[in-house]
């Protein structure tokens, strides 16, 4: 276990190396000096000293090598440096301010998909082939083709423009609001796009999983015991089914946040994935290559701990 | 040696038989799908409808009706007006342009640098392996669509860029299938009997390997083609894809969005393009997976 965990880890932070590398090289490769950003746009009387001056302040006189070093000591240390754009701001407060808003959005919003996905994976699978199953898959095919940022603008004007001239205020919600996050029912439409693709691949697993694990020996074993079917079921099928479940939650952490960065920016959510955004088209390098490389560290981390909640979940999962 | 060279081209045109048939089974499995071949026939149409937009619609996709800002669908104008008065129908119908050369020139790029990268890892192993390795784990601990957002900015965005940028992005699934296939199969007997005969390297990875694993690169590459038909709207939507005026479906989502409330007509009928497109192409992959790849058939 312990050579496993030290190697795993080591090939974790390479990769993270490599990202931070690689994010370095493309931010230097960016259209515009950053010198000429932090001046502004307009007419521009400044002197060639005026200009060194401010290229020794930011340490961009100095070798790219020596840039790279400084930067990556200053992530270590968690120092994040200062918006080039919002002047004077940390950027390490920019992604705190912005952190609660997707962890809340993205976590609700899991949590939702599972309560759904799971019990009608499982339900679709003992009745395999009943009108349920067929839901099920229909339901499962489309939640994967539907563009997020297209559902959710047909979520806004259905919700916004149709339900309350069909049925009027809805109860306990009220009006939801399209953009914006004012009070909680502005986490309602966004929750519930970034829920769709994923209750549509969980279910398809859960069920795919159920189905392998109902076929197995020790559920025929359970059965012949004479265990009641609600109890084979639920005690010995689900819960080795769950396994690939967790797999492949942590493994689509990757694509939950590409989901979040479209998400954000249609409902104008002032999450970290609109934060990206903004930051990448206002050429704001220093938020830009911070979130990159901390989005990096998140995916390599949720992967780690995937691989190693498998291990220790499952006993015969040998690790070499 | 003469009972050798008898046999050699008996057992040559044998194995080229049952190669065939081989790939007429997976036809026939593949037709038995009918989701998949209705997919099959709906993909053709699309790229019909692609060549020959301009014969589908005499619109001019980028001309500027005056007076006809986001008016509401009609017989003559089936999808209305956006808020440029520019007839909708034609800019989907062009736009389905953007779509599929993205969507299949970017799957190309990604699967030929995938089977390149696979084969090297899984062939030669060791460091070579491990280099490559900690790259594709590299890319696939990107959340892709940051990813493209950056490399779009950086290098500016256009229809060739995001081609480049998505095919070069998207290529590590497919080496780690390739790999893992490569790695299983260059232990078998007919490989190891090759190597034993003096066949080249490259000549085993070309002639032994790669046909062996052709299968689940062309179930993954039409399984994927949907994601990235998605990626490209998601781009064009957040104006990192194709550059306006040239219609794509993403880009004229986004360009009904700040007036979605009061002309949505000019968002849904570009999604729903976006559906249909990327259901189809998902029937069709997942034909092709119960064909070629029985072992990975969903039940």
Partial sequence: ?320 | MAVATATKPQALTEDLGRHRSEWRMAWRRFRANRLAVIGLMVIGLLVLMALFAPFLTAQDPNFQYQGMRGVAPSLEHPFGFDYNGRDLFARVIYGSRVALTVGLLATGIAVVIGIVVGALAGYFGGWVDTLLSRMVDTLMAFPILALLIVLSAVIGPSLWTTVVVIGATGWARFARVVRADVMSLKQQDFVVAARAVGVRDWRIIWRHLLPNVLGPVIVLASLGIGGIIILEAALSFLGLGVPPPTPSWGRILADGRPHLLRYPHIAFFPGLMIVITVLVFNFVGDGLRDALDPRQRAD
Avoid at chain 1, 11 to 21: A, C, E, N, T, Y
Avoid at chain 1, 249 to 265: D, H, N, P, W
Avoid at chain 1, 272 to 281: A, C, E, Q
């Fill in chain 1, 1 to 320: 276990m312990i050579p496993y965990l030290t190697r795993r880890t080591l090939q974790g932070i390479l990769v993270i190396w490599l990202i931070s590398v690689a994010t370095f090289v493309m931010m230097r490769l960016m259209p515009g000096d950053p010198v000429y950003l932090l001046l502004g746009e307009g007419e521009i009387r400044i002197t060639q000293e005026q200009i060194d001056a401010i290229r020794r302040r930011w340490g961009l006189d100095r070798p790219y090598h020596e840039q790279y070093l400084i930067w990556a000591w200053n992530l270590l240390r968690g120092d994040f440096g200062d918006s080039l754009i919002r002047v004077g701001v940390p950027v390490r407060d920019m992604i705190f301010e912005a952190v609660p808003v997707t962890a809340k959005l993205n976590l609700i919003a899991l949590a939702i998909a599972l309560v759904v996905a799971i019990p009608s994976g499982i339900l679709a699978a003992v009745r395999r082939n009943s009108f349920f199953d067929y839901l099920t898959a229909v339901g499962a095919t489309l939640g994967v083709a539907l563009p997020n940022f297209w559902l959710a603008l047909m979520l806004i004007v259905l919700f916004v423009l149709y339900v309350p001239r069909w049925i009027g205020e809805l109860p306990l919600v009220g009006r939801i609001p399209p953009f914006g996050l004012p009070g909680w029912q502005g986490y309602i439409l966004p929750v519930l796009v970034l829920s769709t693709e994923q209750m549509a691949v969980l279910a398809r697993v859960m069920r795919a999983s159920t189905i392998e694990a109902l076929g197995t020996d020790y559920v025929r074993t359970a059965y012949a015991k004479g265990l009641p079917r609600l109890t084979v079921i639920l005690r010995h099928a689900v819960r080795n089914a769950l396994l690939p479940v967790v797999t492949v939650i942590g493994y689509r952490i990757a694509f939950i946040l590409s989901g979040t960065i479209v998400v954000e920016t249609v409902f104008a959510l002032p999450g970290i994935g609109r934060l990206f955004t903004d930051s990448v088209m206002r050429l704001d390098y220093q938020v830009v290559q911070s979130l990159v490389v901390l989005l990096a560290v998140l995916v390599v981390a949720a992967n780690l701990l995937t691989d190693l909640a498998y291990a220790f979940v499952d006993p015969r999962i040998r690790i070499e």
